[in-house]
């Protein structure tokens, strides 16, 4: 108990370790991976108070108060309704122990302290969350851009429908074809499942 009250004391119970495939099934963090729904685990960083997970859909964070405690929060921000921003690594100085990567996940800020040999495995954690970050913001210009290019063609057809004698029917078919045509434009623009970008950078 003293050397956990110790390294809190310290801050070094806040340094974490990057763990390796072959022990995700041994973190806390595991039993809430939505395995059901395909969802994978490829990235862990763990401390003696918390576990920063990241899966293909979500980063999934065990929140504890100390060392010395047991009690956990658990937290889950999926990628497509948090957006990433703001990812930056901070290397180690010459007497540091660690190197720090920090993100923002929608409103939520992360700053996560890891030993320094783990610097190369984090610096794939960095090109990754980069990527993502990247990607929801294309999508996001080209989902903006897909209902704007609705909008106007829906004002123009409506013009040239309101001469005709059938408004209601034309009304009927041009809400239908833009309820198709948005929903498709949704699927390929809102991504859900990052796995493919997470596969690219993660070399752990």
């Known amino acids: 108990m003293f050397g956990k009250v110790a390294a809190d004391m310290l801050g070094l119970s806040d340094i974490g370790s990057v763990i390796g495939p072959a022990d995700y ?3 806390d963090a595991d039993d809430y991976v939505m395995h059901e729904d395909d969802e994978k685990i490829y990235f862990l960083i763990k401390s003696k108070s918390d576990e920063y997970c990241f899966t293909n859909k979500a980063l999934i964070h065990l929140d504890g108060t100390s060392a010395a405690s047991k009690k956990r929060m658990l937290r889950r921000y999926s990628y497509h309704t948090h957006q990433i921003a703001n990812v ?7 007497i540091d122990m660690d190197v720090e990567i920090k993100f923002d996940l929608g409103d939520q800020h992360f700053s996560i302290d890891v030993h ?3 610097l190369e495995p984090l610096k794939d954690l960095y090109k ?7 990607l929801c913001h294309e999508n996001e210009i080209a989902l903006e851009n897909a209902r704007h290019s609705l909008e106007v063609a829906s004002a123009t057809f ?3 429908a309101s001469h005709s004698g059938s408004v209601v029917d034309a009304f009927k078919e041009l809400n239908q074809a833009a ?5 498709s434009a949704r699927r390929q623009y809102c991504v859900k499942d990052f796995g493919f970008v997470f596969e690219r950078y993660i070399h752990n």
């Open 25 to 27: 099934d041994k973190v």
């Open 88 to 94: 930056l690594l901070e290397t180690a100085g010459t």
């Open 116 to 118: 320094k040999k783990h």
């Open 128 to 134: 990754a969350l980069i990527r993502i970050a990247d």
């Open 158 to 160: 409506g013009r040239s």
């Open 179 to 183: 309820f198709d045509w948005l929903t």
